[in-house]
């Protein structure tokens, strides 16, 4: 093979390395790209602190007999009792929501016959219960407790925002004066001038507070805390870079 032969292949092997990296490699392109990120991006953060004005019981019954019959009646008959006391507390009939019930067996292993053996029945009836009036979440506990016996089971407790949205207002101000601030001080260190904002989204939450009810031995009532929340605002913004 001639040299010349040789030197045109080596420039088409060149060329051809050349348009495989470029397939693989980032590229500057002046021509305008609806996937490319142009403009000024920035997230901006508001957060508020907000004094809970609901609590949420999770509260009911467990029974347990050697028989269905026995446990349903006992479970019926104490759950009639804590709707009871939970009406004569305030509580609307549409605060009140059956979230769990069950009627399951109780079982032990029998060591003599090597087998499970059923032994009773349990039945269980739990609701969740909004209370609206937080400053009487403890009454509310207390004559539950009181009215459904030993059979009573209050699961947890919960903390919420009946309306949060004046608090999502000043947060969304504060995210918002957060991302303009950022952006400002972007186009500043590159000597660019700020432009409109062209795209906004949101996000916020307020995460509901739980814990377990707290019950003093020497109180007159449960004591129960509602403490403080946050809300949280975030924001995304894209500032265009005027001429």
């Known amino acids: ?53 609901i609590a949420v019981l999770q509260l009911g019954i467990s029974a347990q007999r050697t028989s269905v019959v026995e446990a349903q009646s006992e479970a019926a008959a104490s759950m009639s009792k804590v709707m009871d006391s939970l009406k004569s507390e305030g509580v ?20 003599n016959k090597q087998e499970e053996i059923v032994i009773g029945y349990r039945v269980s009836n739990m609701v969740a219960v909004k209370i609206r009036e937080i400053a009487k979440t403890g009454p509310v506990i207390d004559s539950v407790v009181k009215s459904g016996g030993d059979f009573t089971r209050v699961n947890s407790i919960s903390f919420s925002i009946d309306d949060p949205s004046g608090y999502i207002l000043e947060a969304r101000d504060k995210a918002m004066a957060d991302a303009k601030t950022k ?39 449960t004591p129960i805390s509602p403490g403080e929340m946050k809300v949280n605002l975030n924001v995304q913004v894209v500032y265009a870079i005027s001429d």
């Not at 092997?13 to 397939?23: R, S």
């Not at 980032?26 to 508001?46: C, D, L, M, R, Y």
């Not at 609307?92 to 060591?111: M, N, P």
């Not at 432009?195 to 007159?220: D, L, N």
């Open 183 to 221: 952006a400002e001080q972007l186009a500043n260190l590159s000597r660019v001038k700020l432009g409109k904002p062209t795209f906004i989204s949101e996000s916020y939450s307020y995460p509901v507070y739980s814990q377990p009810p707290r019950v003093a031995e020497k109180a007159p009532t």
């Open 1 to 53: 093979m001639s040299k010349k032969n040789l030197v045109a292949i080596g420039l088409v092997l060149v060329l051809v390395l050349t348009t495989l990296a470029g397939c693989t490699s980032g590229t500057v392109s002046t021509k305008s790209n609806a996937n490319q990120q142009e403009g000024i991006w920035v997230n901006g953060h508001g957060e508020v602190n907000a004094a809970p004005d």
């Open 92 to 111: 609307a009939d549409k605060d009140i929501q059956t979230q769990y019930f069950s009627i399951q067996q109780v079982t032990t292993w029998d060591v």
